[in-house]
C-alpha cells in the first residue's frame, strides 16, 4: 500500500510541475506572439470601429475605420469626409476592440497599397484636400502628381475647384512629412 500512495504522490507532483511549465510556456508564447504584432496589423481587427488618434501635427482626428494599408489609415470623419492618415504620425489610438487583423503575407496586394498609392488615388479623383504636416502647417488645394518620395500640391482655396486661375502656386511636399490628408467634400477620395 505504501508503495502505491508513494506513485501516486509522484505521479500527481509530475503532473502538477508538467501543469506549471505549460502554463508558463503558453504565457511565454503569447507574449512572443503578440511582440510581432505590428500597430497596421492591430488596427485592422477595428474596421467598422471609431477610433480616436492623436497624431503629430494634426493633433486629435477621430472617425469609423474604413480600410488598413501597409502604412496608412482611412477614416471617415462625423462629416462624412474621408481622412487618411499616416501610421508613422500616429501616437496613440483609442477605440480598438479586442479582435487583430491578420499579418498580410509578403507579396499580397495590400503590403503594395502604400500611402504613395492612396494618395495618388486622391490625385486621380481630382478631390481638395486638406494636408496637414507632422509639424502643423496646413495647406489646401489639390494633389496634382506623387513622386518616390514627395506630392505635388496645387495650391488653392479649399471652397474653388482645381482651375488654372485658382490655383496660386504647386508645392512639393516631402512625404514623410505627411501627417494626414482630409478631403473637404463629403464622400469623395
Not at 501610421?87 to 491578420?102: E, K, Y
Request: proline share 3%; hydrophobic share 45%.
Amino acid at each position: 500500500m505504501r508503495w502505491q500512495q508513494l506513485f501516486a504522490d509522484l505521479q500527481a507532483e509530475f503532473e502538477a510541475a508538467e501543469a506549471t511549465a505549460e502554463r508558463a510556456e503558453d504565457g511565454s508564447r503569447r507574449r512572443a506572439e503578440v511582440g510581432a504584432i505590428r500597430l497596421v496589423e492591430r488596427l485592422a481587427g477595428a474596421q467598422g470601429r471609431t477610433l480616436a488618434l492623436r497624431c503629430q501635427g494634426a493633433g486629435d482626428v477621430s472617425g469609423v475605420l474604413a480600410e488598413v494599408g501597409s502604412d496608412w489609415l482611412l477614416l471617415t470623419d462625423g462629416a462624412r469626409r474621408d481622412v487618411l492618415v499616416a501610421t508613422a504620425a500616429v501616437r496613440s489610438v483609442a477605440g480598438l476592440g479586442l479582435s487583430t487583423g491578420l499579418p498580410a503575407p509578403e507579396g499580397s496586394v495590400r503590403t503594395g497599397l502604400d500611402l504613395r498609392r492612396a494618395l495618388r488615388g486622391l490625385a486621380r479623383d481630382r478631390s481638395a484636400v486638406q494636408v496637414i504636416l507632422d509639424d502643423g502647417t496646413l495647406y489646401s488645394g489639390t494633389v496634382d502628381r506623387v513622386g518616390a518620395d514627395y506630392v505635388e500640391l496645387a495650391e488653392h482655396a479649399a471652397d474653388l475647384p482645381r482651375r488654372a486661375a485658382a490655383v496660386r502656386g504647386v508645392r512639393a511636399l516631402a512625404l514623410p512629412a505627411i501627417a494626414v490628408v482630409r478631403t473637404l467634400s463629403p464622400g469623395l477620395g
